[in-house]
């Protein structure tokens, strides 16, 4: 039988070893797609994608039936690497159209059962709406030729998590550092852990939502090593901290606690672009200097030189809160006394 998950799961890999192959040989992607027998969504894709358009770009990319299926597997295959997409994946998250205005109601309808002739009470509704606008969030990572076109497990296996890392923190990077920047309720952090906690919680907790913690790995290492028996949190990936999911992400800064309503913060991510080049420079380092801003000269690398390949994984996702309690951040947490010696 046809394993459709597994086929669209190795669509984004195969995409980026057909780019990679016809920008060296100038052969037709859809060429390189027969002679590989790759997947057959990447084969589809591959013939489609003509002068109309690029897989670049993941507005133009996520047309394509089979690169949004693709993207989708791609992203569920992300695993607990991203905080957001997990969140997200597993419905705490509320989903919700990109490009679209979107609202979160933040009081109830009260109902009332009232006699003949008795005033009927009118329920107040109150929305904080707002278009849930489209961002990108770039990934790029740099490999050996070689290692790009290699057909064997191994450099697969190498190629994809590398992938998957790269996406997984990019999506963190932007989509909490735009949830944090919206925050309102932004707190210092004192040495007296559980009053930091009960601020959050009374914050942010309405009773009547889904709630959910993201920490910075810093913040996780010192919470699952607490020694007052108030959760079993780990220090990476998606467990649980007083019973409400614990996710962690390097995509926040260290000192960082975030408690948020997921029924109140909506988000999606709707499609993957790819992209890859040969001769292009870069300046290797994870906080570039060479900004239009401020630039600073520094070296850089040619990966035509160096026989490397750039590539970059984009993707569209959209995130708001959706009232201004929706979520509350906590900074500059240090917590020495609350780990166990």
């Known amino acids: 039988m046809q394993n459709l998950h597994a086929e669209n799961a190795g669509t984004i890999l195969a995409l980026v070893r057909a780019l990679v192959i016809a920008e060296k040989t100038g052969e037709p992607t859809g060429d390189i797609a027969d002679r590989l027998r790759m997947p057959a969504p990447a084969q589809r894709i591959l013939k489609a994608a003509v002068g109309a358009g690029s897989l670049g770009d993941p507005a133009w990319a996520g047309q394509l039936a089979d690169m949004a299926a693709a993207s989708s597997a791609f992203l569920q295959a992300l695993g607990a690497r991203s905080a957001f997409a997990a969140l997200l994946d597993q419905g705490i998250l509320t989903r919700a159209p990109l490009r679209s205005r979107v609202g979160a109601v933040s009081e109830g309808i009260v109902g009332a059962v009232t006699g003949e002739g008795e005033a009927r009470p009118v329920g107040r509704m109150s929305l904080n709406g707002d278009a849930l606008a489209a961002q990108q969030a770039d990934a790029i990572i740099v490999l050996s030729r070689e290692v790009v076109e290699n057909s064997s497990a191994a450099s697969q296996a ?21 949830l944090i920047t919206s925050a309102t309720p932004t707190f210092a952090a004192t040495d007296n852990h559980a009053a930091d906690l009960k601020q959050l919680l009374d914050t942010v907790n309405s009773g009547e939502g889904r709630l959910a913690w993201i920490a910075s790995p810093d913040v996780a290492n010192g919470i699952s090593l607490l020694n007052d028996g108030r959760g079993s949190a780990s220090p990476e990936g998606i467990s649980e901290f007083l019973n409400l999911p614990f996710a962690v992400s390097p995509g926040i800064a260290a000192g960082t606690l975030i408690l948020l309503d997921g029924d109140r913060v909506l988000a999606d991510i709707e499609s993957l672009g790819v992209d890859t080049s ?43 809160a959706g009232a201004a309690d929706a979520l509350a951040v906590l900074t500059g947490i240090e917590w020495p006394s609350v780990v166990s010696g």
Do not use: C, H, I, Y
């Not at 040969?278 to 000269?297: K, S, V």
């Open 158 to 178: 190498f190629l994809s998590r590398q992938l998957r890392r790269a996406v997984a923190r990019a999506l963190d990077v932007g989509a909490l550092n735009t």
């Open 278 to 320: 040969r001769f292009t420079t870069l300046q290797m380092n994870d906080e570039p200097t060479m900004d239009a801003t401020t630039p600073t000269a520094t070296a850089v690398v040619s990966l035509w030189q160096t026989n490397s390949v750039a590539v970059k994984v984009s993707a569209l996702f959209g995130v708001t």
